[in-house]
Each structure stands twice: as C-alpha cells, then as structure tokens.
C-alpha cells in the first residue's frame, strides 16, 4: 500500500467506529435506553471512495442504562480494509474497542403525554469515549489507528412540533502520529406512528494541527436514513442508512464517495426511551 493510500484508509475508521453514534447515524443525541434496559445494535458498516473503502460486518454496539440519564456504552467491530492499488487489496481483522458513558445532565418535558409519558422537549448530554487496541496485529496490519484515543463530545436535542432535532459537536484526543480531529453532526426529522422514524443527517469530520507537508483528512456528508419496527412489540427494529460525500474524493483527502449503515436493533424495553423521570 502507498503512504498517501494508506493515510486515507486509517482516517476512514474513526469516521465509523470513532464517531458512530446513534445508530445508524454517525453523530449521537442525549437520548438512552432507559433503566435497566438494553439497546443493542448490530449490522454492517461501509464506505468508499474510487481509491479505497472501509466497512465493519459485523459492527455490535451494546448499550445498557443504569437510571433514566446514564447510557454504559461498548462497541466491536470486525474491520475490512479494500485499498485498490495494493496488490493484496483486501485486509481484515477484528477492530478497536469503543467504551462510553453518556451522562444526560439537563432535560426540561413538555406538557404533552405519550405512551403514558412525558416526552422530553429539550436535553444535552456529555458523551466520553475511550478507544483501545485489541492485542491483535490489526494496527501492525494498517487496518485500524492507534490508540488509546480520546473522544469528548457534546450532545443536544430538541422537539419542536413534528420535527425532532439532534446535534453532536466533539473532539478526539489522539496517539501519537494520528492527528486530532474535530466532529459535528446535525440530524433532523420525525418520528411517525408505531415508532417510524426518518431522519436527515449533515455529519462532518476534519483533521486539526496537521503538520506542514501532511494530507489534512476530511469527511463531509449528506445521508438519509431511519429505523421502523419489525416486530408487533417494536422490540426489534429494521435501522439503516445511506448517503454520499459532499466533497470530491481525492487521494489526499480521504473523502468518501458513499456511506452506508444497515441492522438490526434490539430493545429490551419496547421502544428507545426519550427519557422520563
């Protein structure tokens, strides 16, 4: 693999499985599945660009709440690496591990009641994440970045009439030769009758204090997706979502043509709680 082809193929994972909150959104929002409750997503992960692609399958996120504001987070994947111009093109092992807590600090309900509950017209959330290597040969491999790194991200979100709105801003403290990089993600859309959801996302990743004469990474994209229950009980739940790059793909941008997330999402309570005290 070339320097500047494999620089690309290391910027794309903390796209996904840095960043990716969620699901099957890249970016995050304060919600959290509830006290003693499961939510537990599994699926596939990719993205590509002409000179090279990235996917996680399967990508498992376990997420698990103690109390109505706290979210205990571990996410794994099993990571494959496509580089086009290496003459073995296709590399995979098992990936970094992702540990979080998500501590929603502020909600303020609204009046109006549903499922015999109070929605939450507005909340914010800190979400800490911390990114460990495996003892496996994937970093020797080049299939994923070295760690431990950092994430410290900020999350929002807010109801307004029919249109539910999410934001996420962050930034990754990284290892040594990994630059840090800044994130934001803005999802807006609705959720319809018998937990239906569609959702827009704007989502954004770029590089910091790169050192003169270094390819600054980016990623910048537009993607549509949602989630719609399969099971009468809404417990199980059909997630995905896919989108493209804002920003033409070149060799030293790491800029992905496309991006796509399809799953399954598990729910020990019937549905993703907007939280109730």
Same mark, same amino acid.
């Given at each position: 693999?070339?320097?500047?082809?494999?620089?690309?193929?290391?910027?794309? +994972?903390?796209? +996904?499985?840095?960043?990716?909150?969620?699901?099957?959104?890249?970016?995050?929002?304060?919600?959290?599945?509830?006290?003693?409750?499961?939510?537990?997503?599994? #699926? =596939?992960?990719?993205?590509? @660009?002409? =000179?090279?692609?990235?996917?996680?399958?399967?990508?498992?996120?376990?997420?698990?709440?103690?109390?109505?504001?706290?979210?205990?987070?571990?996410?794994?994947?099993?990571?494959?690496?496509?580089?086009?111009?290496?003459?073995?093109?296709?590399?995979?092992?098992?990936?970094?591990?992702?540990? #979080? /807590?998500?501590?929603?600090?502020?909600? %303020?309900?609204?009046?109006? /009641?549903?499922?015999?509950?109070?929605?939450?017209?507005?909340?914010?959330?800190?979400?800490?994440?911390?990114?460990?290597?495996?003892?496996?040969?994937?970093?020797?491999?080049?299939?994923?970045?070295?760690?431990?790194? =950092?994430?410290?991200?900020?999350?929002?979100?807010?109801?307004?009439?029919?249109?539910?709105?999410?934001?996420?801003?962050?930034?990754? =403290?990284?290892?040594?030769?990994?630059? @840090?990089?800044?994130?934001?993600?803005?999802?807006? #859309?609705?959720?319809?009758?018998?937990?239906?959801? /569609?959702?827009?996302?704007?989502?954004?990743?770029?590089?910091?204090?790169?050192?003169?004469?270094?390819?600054?990474?980016?990623?910048?994209?537009?993607?549509?997706?949602?989630?719609?229950?399969?099971?009468?009980?809404?417990?199980? %739940?059909?997630?995905?979502?896919?989108?493209?790059?804002?920003?033409?793909?070149?060799?030293?941008?790491?800029?992905?043509?496309?991006?796509?997330?399809?799953?399954?999402?598990?729910?020990?309570?019937?549905?993703?709680?907007?939280?109730?005290?």
């Amino acid at each position: 693999m070339n320097r500047t082809a494999r620089g690309a193929a290391l910027f794309i +994972f903390p796209a +996904f499985a840095l960043a990716q909150g969620g699901p099957p959104f890249l970016s995050d929002d304060p919600d959290t599945p509830g006290n003693r409750h499961w939510e537990i997503n599994t #699926g =596939f992960l990719g993205e590509r @660009n002409p =000179f090279l692609g990235y996917y996680e399958t399967p990508n498992i996120d376990m997420n698990y709440g103690v109390g109505e504001r706290i979210q205990l987070k571990y996410e794994l994947p099993w990571s494959i690496q496509e580089t086009r111009a290496d003459p073995r093109p296709i590399a995979a092992g098992l990936g970094n591990s992702l540990l #979080g /807590v998500k501590y929603r600090f502020f909600q %303020r309900h609204s009046t109006h /009641v549903k499922d015999g509950e109070r929605e939450i017209k507005f909340s914010a959330s800190v979400y800490p994440q911390l990114l460990l290597n495996n003892p496996t040969r994937s970093v020797a491999r080049g299939i994923v970045e070295t760690g431990p790194q =950092f994430l410290l991200p900020v999350e929002a979100n807010a109801k307004l009439r029919w249109l539910r709105i999410s934001g996420e801003a962050g930034y990754w =403290f990284t290892s040594k030769g990994v630059p @840090n990089t800044v994130i934001r993600g803005v999802v807006m #859309g609705h959720e319809f009758r018998k937990d239906t959801e /569609v959702y827009l996302e704007f989502y954004d990743q770029q590089d910091v204090r790169v050192p003169a004469g270094v390819p600054k990474f980016g990623e910048t994209t537009l993607g549509l997706g949602g989630r719609i229950p399969i099971v009468r009980q809404h417990w199980l %739940r059909l997630i995905g979502m896919g989108g493209h790059g804002l920003v033409s793909a070149t060799p030293s941008n790491g800029q992905p043509s496309w991006i796509a997330y399809v799953g399954i999402q598990f729910l020990s309570d019937r549905r993703r709680r907007h939280g109730d005290e």
